[in-house]
């Protein structure tokens, strides 16, 4: 430390070895130090070499670009499956091509592979295996089975109420029948008290609906 | 993300594609199996297309196509590989045939080694050597029922049934189960055989040239592939076995062949004097040299002819210090002190520290340069990959910039070559033609990257060249260390 610093105003620093078998004879300025990383792209000292022409070279670059072009059609090159868009299209129907799932049609020779590759690919557009979908499928008609029982019933209740039975999925329907169950219970509460008393119930406000409302501003702060 | 599923398919598509050896643990342990990437084959891509042309230019557009298949798809039967290209260059079986069983003959295609269920779980080595196996090249008797394209001019009734039947029962051919792939290591013997002929036709004469490729023929079946230098051939044997285009005289033969040993390139030698003189071709010799010039050249082209003149007496001389490089090469001593730093800052060349004193005084040491051949080729075989990484990322980006263009100018094309297809008249095509018209600045651009992507990959090729240059001198030199 204490020689660094001394040779600062003497002149050039001193070291272990002679600077003189390095080439750097006295009195010769270095080189400027680097301040900042390297370029990017150095400056080139010399051109490179043209390429090599010929029937050969070109015959070989036909060759490469053909190659090229045939792996893409090759049951090896899988393509990402087509995202899924939002919402279903009417013009999704015609543009089936694609396929929407990282699945490929091809079955190689499993002798030559390790047993554990070998899985059925399930698809819902596929036939797939006998045993999964049978016992889906059987679930699945049970459920609707009693789903249409409970729903004949509801609706022999309510003929006024309009409910969109018909056209919605098996979680709407379940929403919805509860949804009923609870204006059922309603309308039949205010039905009993009327036959009571001659006031109409509706008018009267008990004051249980006050708070029912800033259940939804739990997370807000009250002021 | 990739699901679990598309992992398993990937890895599926890759093993059967043999691009991957799979390591198994055998049965009894019932351990996971395990996977491995062979870099590889993986890293032999790149020389493809010279493979396919190789073929092409031995044997005939046939065998061509038939690498190209087996290229393209890892293994094969023999049947599939013969029927598809029959298809496609509308022959019939049996010249499709024929064409394989040369190139099964010749070694340059090989059945794929039984994948055995109980290998040995701790090596994890590959497979055995396919030599072993003693059926590697027997070419399996099929009957294949000749489908040339001449089929239509049969009966469509006829060819309905036909089709029928074929979709109901699934064809046998007699050879399912037997796998065919392309011996990679018979295709490298070829390449390293050429380099040395052309190399010997440049510098001498294409006499000479002949003469060697002679040598190099007759000795491919007796010479095991590491070998240093090929069996002993006698001038009787060579002048027997010359080709007839080049007709000399036994003298003017000893006289070549003198010259061949007295060049410094030193790839014949002669090892006897029984049968009128026995001559080797020194293969190891030879890609050392070879793979030397490729140095030399290299240095030239970066660093000036005066650079490549100080990297050469390295060579030749082994260890010098500085001063006596200068006094050699009768460079002024600023200069050359330049070009050894920076050919020292680029690890073609290294420092050889020789302490006179037992302290290593760095006043009292000598400092020798000296070039390291081999470790010099790894460095530049390294940057022969980077340059192939760079080459490929910037044609990839260059695709990727420009899709849009490419795709409309493909999208022109197919409408164009449909309405050609349907028949259209040639005033609709050329209403069509205007309709389409591409603005100038798109063509001119599309040429431009048609050019560029041209240049990138003919790159590629010379670029592959090199690496594999460098690569057998680097695998001869390592396995003949042994």
Redesign the interface.
């Known amino acids: 430390m204490a020689g660094r610093g001394g040779g600062r105003g003497r002149g050039r620093t001193n070291m272990t070895f002679n600077l003189e078998d390095l080439g750097i004879g006295r009195g010769e300025a270095l080189p400027p130090t680097a301040v900042k990383p390297t370029p990017l792209f150095p400056p080139m000292t010399a051109q490179a070499v043209p390429l090599q022409t010929g029937e050969e070279v070109e015959y070989m670059l036909a060759l490469k670009q053909e190659l090229r072009a045939a792996c893409k059609t090759l049951p090896f090159y899988i393509r990402r499956a087509a995202p899924r868009k939002d919402v279903v299209r009417y013009s999704d129907k015609y543009h089936k091509g694609e396929p929407r799932d990282n699945t490929i049609e091809w079955s190689p020779d499993w002798s030559r592979l390790p047993k554990e590759l070998c899985i059925k690919v399930r698809k819902s557009q596929r036939k797939g295996p006998v045993c999964p979908p049978q016992v889906k499928a059987v679930k699945k008609s049970i459920m609707e089975k009693e789903e249409v029982l409970s729903k004949l019933e509801t609706l022999e209740k309510k003929e006024e109420m309009a409910v969109n039975s018909g056209d919605e999925d098996e979680e709407e329907k379940k929403k919805t029948n509860e949804e009923e169950e609870q204006v059922e219970e309603e309308e039949l509460d205010e039905e009993d008290l009327e036959e009571e008393t001659d006031y109409i119930m509706s008018y009267f406000d008990n004051g249980e609906d006050f708070d029912i409302d800033s259940d939804d501003n739990i997370d807000e702060a009250v002021y | 993300m ?2 679990q ?2 992992w ?6 890759w ?3 043999s691009d991957i050896a ?1 390591c ?1 643990f055998s049965t009894g342990c019932k351990g996971p ?1 395990k996977y491995q990437a062979v870099g590889e084959r993986i890293l032999r891509i790149p020389h ?3 493979y ?2 190789t073929a092409k230019t031995l044997y005939g557009d046939t065998a061509k196509r038939i690498i ?1 298949e087996l ?3 890892g293994h094969m039967t023999m049947s599939s590989t013969v029927k598809t290209v029959a298809n496609h260059l509308s022959l019939n079986m049996e010249e499709g045939k024929s064409s394989f069983s040369k190139l099964v003959d010749t070694y340059f295609l090989q059945c794929c080694p039984p ?1 055995s269920a109980s290998t040995p779980a701790t090596t994890g080595a590959p497979e055995s050597a396919p030599e072993s196996f003693p059926d590697y090249y027997k070419v399996p008797t099929v009957g294949l029922i000749s489908r040339g394209k001449r089929r239509r001019s049969s009966d469509d009734g006829d060819e309905q049934r036909n089709r029928k039947k074929a979709r109901v029962e699934t064809e046998t051919h007699g050879d399912e ?1 037997i ?1 065919w792939q392309v011996n990679f290591e018979r295709f490298h013997l070829h390449f390293r055989d050429q380099a040395i002929i052309s190399a010997v036709a440049s510098k001498l004469d294409q006499t000479s040239s002949e003469i060697v490729r002679t040598m190099l023929t007759m000795s491919t079946v007796t010479t095991p592939p590491t070998a240093i230098c090929t069996q002993n051939l006698s001038t009787n044997q060579i002048f027997r076995s010359l080709p007839s285009n080049c007709s000399i005289s036994r003298p003017i033969l000893d006289e070549y062949l003198s010259l061949l040993v007295d060049d410094p390139m030193e790839f014949v030698g002669k090892s006897g004097d029984s049968g009128g003189g026995m001559y080797v071709i020194n293969l190891h010799r030879a890609l050392a040299n070879l793979a030397r010039a490729t140095l030399e050249s290299v240095v030239q ?4 002819s005066r650079s490549a003149q100080i990297f050469r007496l390295l060579l030749q001389k082994r260890h010098l210090e ?1 001063k006596q490089v200068e006094d050699i090469v009768m460079i002024a ?2 200069e050359a ?1 330049d070009m050894l730093y920076t050919l020292l800052a680029e690890d073609l060349v290294q420092l050889q520290e020789i302490p006179k004193t037992p302290e290593h ?3 009292r040491t000598f ?1 020798l340069y000296t070039v390291n051949q081999l470790s010099t080729a790894r460095i530049l075989l390294q940057h022969c990959y980077k340059t192939m990484a760079s080459l490929i990322d910037r044609r990839l980006f260059e695709t990727e910039e420009n899709k849009r263009l490419l795709e409309k100018s493909q999208r022109n094309e197919a409408i164009l070559a449909s309405l050609q297809a349907i028949g259209a008249g040639d005033e609709q095509l050329q209403q069509v033609k205007e309709m389409i018209t591409q603005l100038e600045q798109h063509l001119e651009a599309l040429r431009h990257l048609r050019h560029h992507i ?2 990138l ?6 670029v592959a060249e090199t690496i594999f240059l460098l690569e057998s001198y680097i695998n001869s030199t390592t396995t003949a260390a042994h």
Request: hydrophobic letters at 35%.
């Open positions: 990739l699901r599923l598309h398993e398919l990937l890895i599926w598509l093993l059967s594609h799979v198994r199996v493809y297309p010279r396919i042309y190209e290229l393209l798809r994948v189960g796998y082209e970066r660093f000036g500085q001593a600023k002190k005084n760095p006043s400092y041209n240049k990959d003919s790159t590629e090729n010379q």
